[in-house]
């Protein structure tokens, strides 16, 4: 009677995605393990001006959040489009990748993905400005994000 | 140079592997497949389809026999949404393999013998279903399913059983009759006319107090909200007045019939339902959900009647495919949109109807809540041009009835319009709800409208509330969620502690030390003592207040400043509220400070729960009492008090779960013992050691657990006092006044009690003793003492 047809229920929303933090300490075993492990994930396209109070209602849909993370632009401190939420239960947020994954909030579409788990730094983006990389070489205007991406702005 | 790295993804080295020894394993992975996959859309015709699966099956039976066996008896138990699809296909195999088809029909009873066993009643139904059907496939004899069915109706003859059990024996002999009615009547009328007698006897004898419990609505108009087997018995008798006519159900055996009706037909054996067990745990009643009939969709498929057994069947499959597909919203939203037979229904009302039931399903939802609303967005991207407005359509019907809609599904509404909403630009017709304007504002429909302005802020920010609404609305427009210091400014000087906040809150600034800090505190006066004996120990409630509101003020930036700052002065937090009051009084600063910003109180109390500042049951005194009265019928209370109830319960759970792993660890190690002994003497000393160090913490454990519990059972009747203590007061006074007592706030109240026992029925079952014998007794007013009583009889 053990049949699961797997065939039949997938549960693709909660897969694991191509992404790899090149920055992760340890070896890919180690991190493949993490992101089947975790109870944190990375929330990307956030607005600017998107603040954790919202972050943490629309979280909340899928379980009890224990903290939010915001990304902060590296020089000058301030949100700079991206998050970590993490769930005190893996259950919870595997809910959230399979329902707030892809939806609004601040009227913009979010994605969510694994992460490894916060470490100190990690709030900061990595893009030559202090923003993400994705706002250096953009090269559409989003007022949300600061405008044009850096390379459009830098002559 | 290249070398060939054999990492863990390369396909080179692997498939080589995969060819060899894998053979048998693929051919059964496709065997499966094909078997899931048959009746989803294709180039060739369903028939065609089956006809060239049946042929494959056949000749992989020599070597593949019990798989097939097993993957055709998995989806008749998983996938009842294609029930008579499969059905077919076993007919055809039948039909050319007598043998495999008493097999098959064998296998079917076991694993019914089994789910009955494991408590699966929902896969059991699923099971009689598809052998019912089998019948007008000629794979199973009709007097045979006959002679099944009157021995689960028999069971409605047994005595001191739960009412649930013989429900759930009824229910699976009239929920099979669509599919199997009209040939079981053709072969046995005398004999079906005798069973449905029966259960016309059964149905009129059997209580029906749980009902009130588990309506959305109270109203009988304009759709009553029926009892689910008085809704099913309606629809069949309906059937049979009809001479069985049933023209919905999709049956491809029809176009097989001058093969299927040569095939010989086997007996199911003698299947004696399985006695009743204390650990029995059979489905709840439920209530059908109906809030559309045919005058609502204009145009278009007419939509069949609440008492048609087309629609039965057609709930029944969209909820199937809900069940089947909830985990990834795409294909949940494609498999409800492509349904069999779409063109003549109007299918997007079904749907909305079917998502919405499970939604305000009482006690709770099927699935998580969230997922139907991003199950619905799925569904308005597919189909913009018209499922949008059948929406739109819903919340209309449900904002004009919301007079008579129970509190927790206006909870799930409101919550479910607002995060709605924030993924369409809060578009909405405001205007149109402007007749709840001129309505006091604790009536349910401007009460409704303020409490989602106040969710949707929650996803937004307060200016943008105030542009998405006519200015009309601005009565109803959430406060703007600012912080309320009461040290403020050189006005408020003359204020007790004054003084010392101003200290406190330079010292904070400069990173003093805990133990500076409380020396500064210590110069606040006790406004509770009259002499200065005593050196500061015990409740001091303006040490808390100047403390807490200058930290908080200090921290106000954002929900991680004010956990950074209780988790800094946790310490000196522990200190203060050594005793209940002062647990109490910290809430009381909570709520002043930031009495427009309900979410911070929210996270705030949650934060101060789980660094064991405060505990439960003072959070649970704090929202009762009468500072919060009121607070009382506001959203947000309610969300706390949940909240609240379940960190308590998922305590006792972990503790559990600890507790058990322990007493495992030890058995383990005492079977390790017993196989090891005439080792070594170390060893054995060593293993002794580990006994007694687990025997301690096994006990540890125990005491933990209980204590736990002891705490989470306080907790309950904390509640449950405060709620009969509140309710009886309010009947006292309208009655001695003459006055109704029915008012909004008495409506609120009672289904926030019957809200308490729905949402915790699990853990409250644990304690229904000390519930009946302390707290709902004779003595109680017949109003209070009804919620328990209708709570009793869900049997849960």
């Known amino acids: 009677m053990s049949i699961k047809l797997n065939a039949l229920f997938s549960d693709s929303y909660v897969d694991v995605s191509q992404y790899r933090d090149q920055h992760f300490k340890g070896n890919r075993y180690e991190q493949e393990k993490l992101l089947k492990q975790s109870n944190t994930l990375y929330v990307g396209n956030l607005s600017f001006y998107t603040t954790e109070e919202q972050v943490y209602e629309l979280f909340s849909k899928s379980g009890d959040v224990k903290r939010i993370i915001i990304g902060l632009d590296k020089v000058k401190k301030t949100a700079c489009g991206f998050c970590f939420v993490e769930y005190y239960t893996r259950a919870d947020a595997e809910n959230a990748m399979r329902f707030v994954n892809g939806t609004r909030l601040d009227d913009r579409i979010i994605r969510t993905d694994w992460d490894a788990g916060f470490k100190e730094g990690r709030q900061y983006g990595r893009g030559k400005s202090g923003g993400q990389v994705r706002d250096e070489y953009r090269q559409d205007y989003d007022p949300a994000r600061g405008g044009y991406g850096k390379v459009v702005a830098r002559p | ?796």
């Open chain 2, 1 to 796: 140079m290249s070398r060939r790295r054999h990492s863990d993804g390369d396909d080179g080295g692997q498939s080589h592997k995969r060819r060899r020894t894998s053979e048998p394993i693929e051919i059964e992975d496709r065997l499966e497949s094909l078997i899931c996959r048959v009746g989803e859309k294709s180039t060739s015709s369903l028939e065609s389809n089956l006809e060239g699966l049946a042929g494959v099956l056949e000749a992989d039976l020599p070597n593949y026999k019990n798989k097939i066996l097993r993957i055709l008896c998995a989806v008749a138990r998983l996938l009842p949404e294609k029930l008579t699809v499969y059905t077919t296909l076993v007919g055809l195999l039948n039909a050319r393999n007598y043998n495999f088809g008493g097999e098959f029909v064998e296998a079917m009873i076991r694993q019914l013998k089994e789910t009955l066993k494991a408590n699966l009643y929902t896969e059991a139904l699923y099971l009689v279903r598809f052998l019912s059907d089998l019948v007008n496939c000629h794979v199973i004899a009709a007097p045979s399913m006959v002679a099944m069915f009157e021995n689960f109706v028999s069971v409605t003859q047994e005595e001191d059983v739960p009412q649930v059990r013989s429900d759930w024996f009824v229910y699976v002999v009239l929920s099979s009759l669509p599919w199997v009615g009209k040939e079981l009547y053709e072969k046995k009328d005398v004999e079906m006319d005798r069973l449905l007698n029966q259960i016309d006897g059964y149905l009129k004898r059997r209580l029906k107090t749980h009902v009130p419990m588990l309506q959305v609505w109270t109203a009988e108009k304009p759709h009553p909200q029926e009892e689910y087997l008085d809704c099913l018995w309606s629809q069949i008798q309906k059937m049979k007045k009809d001479r069985w006519q049933e023209r919905h159900i999709l049956r491809p055996y029809v176009a097989f019939d001058s093969v299927l009706c040569e095939a010989l037909q086997h007996n199911l054996p003698p299947f004696t339902p399985p006695a009743h067990m204390p650990d029995c745990q059979y489905p709840m009643p439920r209530v059908v959900f109906r809030m559309f009939d045919y005058t609502d969709a204009p145009e278009g498929p007419v939509m069949p009647g609440s008492h048609s057994v087309e629609r039965f069947v057609i709930e029944e499959n969209l909820h199937n495919i809900v069940k089947s597909h909830w985990r990834e919203r795409k294909t949940c939203a494609a498999q409800l949109l492509s349904y069999p037979g779409k063109n003549k229904i109007p299918l997007n009302y079904h749907i909305v109807e079917v998502i919405f039931g499970e939604l305000f399903q009482l006690p709770c939802p099927p699935h998580i809540d969230v997922m139907y609303t991003t199950l619905l967005i799925e569904l308005c991207k597919l189909q913009p041009g018209s499922l949008p407005q059948v929406l739109a359509q819903a919340t209309e019907m449900m904002y004009i009835r919301l007079d008579t809609m129970n509190t927790t599904c206006i909870d799930r509404l409101l919550n479910w319009f607002s995060h709605h909403l924030s993924n369409f630009q809060f578009r909405w017709s405001w205007d149109d709800w402007a007749d709840c304007l001129t309505m006091d504002a604790d009536k349910p429909k401007p009460k409704f409208v303020k409490e989602v302005l106040e969710k949707c802020m929650r996803l937004s920010y307060h200016q943008r509330i105030v542009d998405i609404v006519p200015p009309t609305f601005s009565a109803l427009i959430p406060a703007d969620p600012i912080f309320f210091y009461k040290y403020q400014d050189e006005a408020n000087s003359a204020l007790p502690g004054y003084a010392v906040a101003i200290t406190v809150g330079n010292a904070i600034k400069n990173r003093a030390s805990n133990e500076e800090i409380l020396t500064v505190l210590k110069d606040v006066p006790n406004p509770n003592q009259e002499d200065d004996d005593d050196e500061g120990e015990g409740f001091n409630p303006l040490k808390i207040e100047v403390f807490l509101q200058t930290l908080l003020h200090l921290a106000a930036k954002s929900f991680s400043h004010s956990f950074s700052a209780l988790a800094k002065f946790h310490e000196i937090l522990k200190a203060l509220t050594d005793c209940d009051e002062g647990k109490l009084h910290i809430l009381r600063v909570v709520y002043e400070v930031w009495r427009n910003h309900p979410q911070m109180i929210s996270v705030l109390v949650d934060k101060l729960i789980r660094t064991q500042i405060v505990d439960c049951a003072a959070v649970a005194n704090w929202l009762f009492s009468p500072n919060m009265a009121h607070e009382f019928t506001r959203f947000y209370v309610w969300e706390i008090l949940h909240s609240t109830i379940r960190k308590m319960n998922k305590h006792v759970q972990k503790i559990q779960k600890e507790l058990e792993e322990a007493k495992e660890k030890l058995e383990k190690q005492q079977h390790k013992k017993q196989k090891d002994s005439g080792d070594e003497e170390d060893m054995e000393k060593n293993s002794e050691d580990e006994e007694g160090l687990l025997e301690e913490q096994i006990d540890r454990l125990q005491e933990k657990v209980e204590s736990a519990q002891s705490e989470q059972k306080n907790l309950f009747l904390v509640i449950f006092q405060r709620f009969i203590m509140m309710l009886t007061e309010h009947l006292v006074r309208c009655e001695t006044g003459s006055v109704d007592f029915n008012t909004p706030w008495y409506k609120n109240c009672i289904e926030r009690l019957q809200q308490i026992f729905l949402m915790h029925h699990v853990t409250i079952q644990q304690y229904m003793g000390t519930l009946e014998n302390l707290l709902f007794t004779a003595e109680l007013d017949h109003h209070i003492l009804a919620v328990y009583q209708q709570f009793c009889a869900l049997q849960l």
